[in-house]
């Protein structure tokens, strides 16, 4: 959870704003309760604090607290605009793009037209065939450069001028929506009245620029005066003094001396006008305006899309319809997570009906079969319910929880069921059998369950990032197999009894016709079990032998296969993004023209339409969407590929676009699942000085290149400290004569080159700026501001060169803080072929510790890793620790169920046997997709500790129960617990096989969030089955037999020592 505010300061540098801004926010709001990191950043014109709070903060009580620090603030410069207080994350990724555009002409305008101007038929059939809006604009705006008559069709509405309107109307209507932070705009001029002055004009009235600023913000105020109580009315009492309308600015007297009055025409000229753009964004070769909606922490993100498209559908029929103007979605993340829920309730309904499949081959009864079906309905339903009670919301993680939990959650019922059939086939009556044969595995069916549910308590109490994602997993399992349970002991016994009253232990139960080799095939497979089990309890060295082999292999092969570690999923969203970094210093202008001419160079691919012949001629893969965004410090491009599996194919051609201008940097990467949890490493540095902060930066820079090859790293805020900058120096003395303090001269300069802020205008209900401007000609290079001419206040003109030295020197531009001291990240993304945590460790390794070494880190600063590269080493610890607890947390269950602290030990013997398969098949499934370990995928680590025991746990508590109850011998108890268990042991170990099958196979949307848990459960519990039927058995005996023997020993010194003294 995040808190920002941030401040707007036309005309401010990143060294003023951090002295004015950032640091007063700072100072005042370093002791915040419960925070947990700040960083700011200073950039022109803006600076901006972000607060870090731990996972569970109350952000309203937070946010409370700061704003009433922010209140107590008084040393902002007066031109600055208020503290926008917001929960986003400044940095995170829009959940949402809208652009505003002009109205396209549609379909019908098109034919109209062309029928009242049939030679223009084929003139128009490009604009006709256009495949989207944004194309047809493109078409027409090139067909109008040339043709008089299609030029009619062009929409009126300049979307450039509307970017007062966007904020005001289209910007505040988003964020009044639940669950939304903040909207930013990108794009347009904000309206402002100027005014123009004449330098000349002033000092022939012996006045100055100063005057001219306190005569407007003196004229340009309402005054309340009280009220006046006339007969039965009341009057309030307003002396009205705002300016509405130019006139009124042109009408303000500035100064009376003698019989001369000085109104502002006199000396200005008054018009409204437009503020230089500070960003651009370019879409179908247009400019236009876009819109960002960035959700607050842990908002619905489908409810905050569904919303912002309602409010959007209003605005378009109602006051956008009127101004000629469009509003359109570019994209949203909420298109991905409908196709991830669209594909995770399919793999619960294909995984559902595996599950039957395998029901019914084992159990070949069709009435057996839908007693076992009900538990899944059942279990499914009360789920819902139980995340509905917790206020969880239904998302792509509960849902994969749940299809993860429909194999599992028939295994309960499955044993049950199985051991009442057994048991009716032995004779006992219906109702008998289902009493009897729940009571007899009650226990083993409840240690199963516990042990499932148990593993999930370090998951459900964990704090980290991944712990967020790994609680809803954890809930709907839970939930689904906890309400197993209470189905298996109620609803399958009720059931069974009903259903198996007639024929009780008859075939009439079995599907005609399912009597086959395979069944002949199980029988000797059966038979070989139980007779290898047999012959290893015949001999010690044997079951030692097996013992070592299998547990040794399983940790030398799960060593050998294991993959190195990453973070998060990084998803398959079909769009990637790349940032260019021109050379400081470029201005809007520039870097618009940079992103025209991307735009110009991808023309072909976005034009064709994906389905047309000549697209399989191309390069690469076409467009569904190219968009182009510029500002002075970047340009952003995002592509999206019609083609969602093709879209890796466009990362090499933006990454050459960095060759494009010289000195220009890029970087491209496909967008992740995560906002802010990507594949990069970020290295932060920190200093007490902006050069020692470079120069370190561009130290671990080279270094880092060398350690990983092919790596792409950049550093933020960039390494060349040279933003140009146009320094002037006054002449103090000088200035001093002439009456002129460093605040007014500062205004003086601000006013003649980019303007400066006066006061306030009202338009249209609205407030705009009304600023003091110079002739924008006068300044249009460097060298002309030293001609400008200043007025003294004996009414004289002074060029600026007599009050002071002009130079052209450099600075930042940008200016980072991380905790309160000066900060560069140096972002590196590794290849595809190195992994995060390979990353991680060369560059712990083999560059932070080097330079430790070697004395590389200059005395005050420090280097450390932050971002992913962090919360990665914080997430292996957390989960390593969880799967400790967890396997714990079990192991004292089992001791507690089965009163004794040797049996659970041959239980938990049977998780290394998982672990190896889990391994194995992730390594497998790696052959085919890529899928790396990643800390969700960590998870089914934790879940194997909890469903590999089952089995294990079946064979053991049959084999108690038949020494306790039917007087068998140890041996002979183990080997018939096989015998009578290993049916249900493979149709449970199918069943979850099975549901969790199309997790695994079915690739699409959001699929690379679980693919790897569930390929480490496949794998383990396939594994850990196989090898339990052998190993359990032959360590369970070794164990009775051990403890049988260290019994008779102590009997036997009892004895001894009993004989001497009954002789005695």
């Not at 040393?75 to 652009?99: K, Q, T």
């Not at 128009?124 to 008559?149: F, G, M, S, V």
């Not at 792409?712 to 303090?741: C, F, I, K, M, T």
């Not at 967890?886 to 507690?896: C, E, K, P, Q, S």
Request: proline residues 5%.
């Amino acid at each position: 959870p995040t808190i920002s505010v941030s401040v707007y300061w036309p005309g401010g540098s990143p060294y003023e704003v951090e002295h004015e801004i950032v640091q007063n926010l700072e100072d005042q709001l370093k002791d915040l309760k419960g925070m947990s990191r700040m960083t700011s950043w200073s950039h022109y014109s803006q600076g901006s604090v972000t607060m870090e709070f731990p996972v569970g903060t109350d952000l309203t009580q937070a946010m409370l607290e700061l704003n009433s620090r922010i209140n107590q603030l008084r040393e902002f410069p007066e031109d600055a605009y208020e503290p926008v207080i917001s929960s986003a994350n400044l940095s995170d990724r829009p959940v949402c793009w809208y652009v505003l555009s002009p109205r396209v002409p549609s379909d019908e305008d098109l034919q109209a037209f062309v029928k009242r101007h049939p030679h223009l038929q084929e003139t128009c059939q490009p604009l006709i065939d256009a495949h989207k809006w944004d194309l047809r604009l493109y078409r027409l705006n090139q067909l109008a450069k040339t043709n008089e008559e299609i030029r009619r069709l062009l929409p009126v509405a300049d979307v450039r001028k509307t970017r007062r309107f966007v904020e005001e109307y289209i910007k505040s209507r988003f964020d009044r929506i639940n669950g939304v932070a903040d909207t930013f705009v990108m794009g347009g001029q904000l309206e402002e009245m100027q005014v123009i002055v004449d330098p000349e004009r002033l000092a022939a009235r012996q006045l100055t620029i100063n005057d001219l600023r306190r005569a407007l913000q003196v004229r340009n105020k309402d005054t309340s005066g009280g009220e006046i109580w006339d007969g039965k009315r009341r009057y309030v009492v307003r002396t009205l003094g705002q300016y509405t309308s130019p006139k009124q600015i042109e009408d303000t007297i500035v100064a009376t001396r003698g019989d001369i009055t000085t109104f502002v025409r006199d000396v200005a000229d008054v018009k409204l006008g437009y503020k230089r753009p500070g960003s651009s964004y370019r879409r179908g070769g247009s400019e236009l305006v876009g819109l960002g909606v960035l959700s607050e922490t842990g908002a619905n993100v489908l409810e905050i899309v569904d919303d912002i498209r309602v409010v959007s559908a209003e605005l378009n029929d109602g006051p956008l319809a009127q101004r000629g103007l469009k509003l359109s979605e570019v994209w949203s993340d909420a298109d991905y997570i409908d196709s991830a829920v669209g594909l995770v309730n399919q793999n619960i309904v294909i995984g559902g009906v595996l599950t039957i499949i395998v029901l019914l081959s084992f159990l070949r009864s069709l009435r057996s079969t839908i007693v076992i079906a009900i538990a899944v309905p059942t279990s499914i339903v009360g789920t819902f319910l139980i995340l509905r009670l917790l206020d969880r919301s239904l998302n792509v993680v509960s849902l994969a929880g749940m299809a993860f939990a429909v194999g599992m959650i028939v295994d309960n019922s499955v044993v049950v069921l199985e051991n009442i059939y057994r048991h009716s086939q032995l004779g006992k009556k219906p109702f008998e059998a289902a009493l009897v044969g729940t009571r007899e595995v009650w226990g083993a069916v409840l240690a199963s369950t516990l042990t499932t549910l148990a593993v999930f308590v370090p998951v459900l109490f964990s704090d980290e990032e991944a712990g967020q994602l790994f609680r809803d997993i954890a809930l709907a399992i839970s939930a689904a197999v906890g309400l197993s349970l209470i189905v298996a002991v109620t609803l399958i016994p009720m059931a069974s009894a009903r259903l198996l009253q007639r024929g009780s232990g008859t075939e009439e139960h079995v599907v005609k016709g399912t009597r086959n080799p395979v069944d002949r095939l199980a029988g000797v497979f059966v038979r070989w079990v139980v007779g290898t089990n047999r012959w290893l309890l015949n001999g010690v060295g044997r079951r030692l032998a097996l013992i070592v082999l299998c547990t040794g292999g399983s940790l030398a092969v799960a060593w050998a296969l294991f993959p190195d570690v990453e973070y998060l999923p990084d998803g398959n969203k079909a769009r990637v993004q790349c940032r260019l970094y021109p050379p400081p210093g470029y201005n809007v202008g520039e870097t618009e023209e940079i992103s025209r001419d991307v735009f110009e160079k991808f023309l072909p691919y976005w034009e064709i339409n994906p389905g047309d012949p000549r697209a399989a001629e191309l390069d690469l893969p076409p467009l569904k969407d190219l968009l182009v965004r510029a500002t002075p410090s970047e340009v952003m491009v995002q592509v999206q590929t019609a083609d969602a599996k093709k879209i890796r194919d466009w990362l090499p051609p933006l990454r050459a676009l960095g060759g494009q201008v010289p000195a220009m940097v890029s970087s491209a990467h496909q967008l992740s699942l995560f906002p802010g949890s990507g594949r990069k490493v970020d290295i932060e540095l920190t200093g007490p000085d902006v050069e020692s902060v470079v120069a370190l930066a561009a130290n671990v820079q080279k270094r880092v290149g060398e350690v990983i090859p092919d790596v792409q790293s950049s550093a933020v805020p960039g390494l060349v400290n040279a933003n140009p900058e146009y320094h002037v120096q006054p002449h103090w003395d000088r200035v001093a004569e002439l009456g002129v303090d460093a605040t007014q001269l500062g205004y003086v300069v601000d006013a003649l080159v980019d303007g400066a802020y006066a006061a306030d205008f009202s338009t249209g209900g609205e407030k705009i700026d009304l600023r003091i401007v110079g002739e924008e000609s006068d300044t249009a290079r460097t060298q002309d501001l030293g001609s400008r001419t200043v007025v003294t206040q004996d009414g004289r003109l002074v060029p600026l060169s007599s009050l002071a030295d002009f130079s052209i020197g450099s600075g930042p531009p940008s200016i980072r803080h991380i905790e309160r001291r000066r900060a560069i990240t140096v972002e590196v993304r590794p290849p595809a072929e190195v992994s995060l945590g390979r990353a991680v460790a060369d560059i712990r390794s083999k560059v932070i510790e080097p330079m430790r070494a070697e004395g590389a880190i200059p005395p005050g600063s420090q280097v450390s890793l932050g971002g992913t590269a962090d919360r990665l080493a914080d997430s292996w610890n957390a989960m390593r620790f969880n799967l400790l607890l967890a396997l714990m947390i079990t192991y004292l269950l089992m001791a507690g169920l089965f009163e004794s602290w040797l049996y659970p030990l041959v239980v938990i013997l049977s998780v290394p046997l998982a672990a190896v398969g889990g391994v194995a098949c992730l390594w497998l499934t790696n052959l085919f997709t890529e899928q790396p370990l990643d800390i969700v995928t960590m998870l089914g680590f934790v879940i194997l500790i909890g469903t590999a025991v089952n089995n294990a746990i079946l064979i053991v508590h049959q084999s108690i129960n038949l020494m306790s109850k039917e007087d068998l011998s140890s041996r002979d108890a183990v080997v018939e617990s096989v015998r009578s268990r290993i049916r249900p042991i493979f149709m449970t170990t199918g069943t979850t096989v099975l549901g969790l099958f199309p997790l695994v196979v079915m690739p699409g949307a959001g699929s690379e969030l679980y693919r790897g848990l569930g390929s480490v459960v496949l794998g383990g519990l396939v594994v850990s089955t196989m090898l339990t039927l052998f190993l359990v058995p032959g360590f369970f005996s070794l164990v009775l037999d051990a403890h049988r023997y260290l019994t008779r020993q102590k009997l036997r010194a009892v004895s001894e020592s009993i004989e001497p003294q009954s002789a005695a």
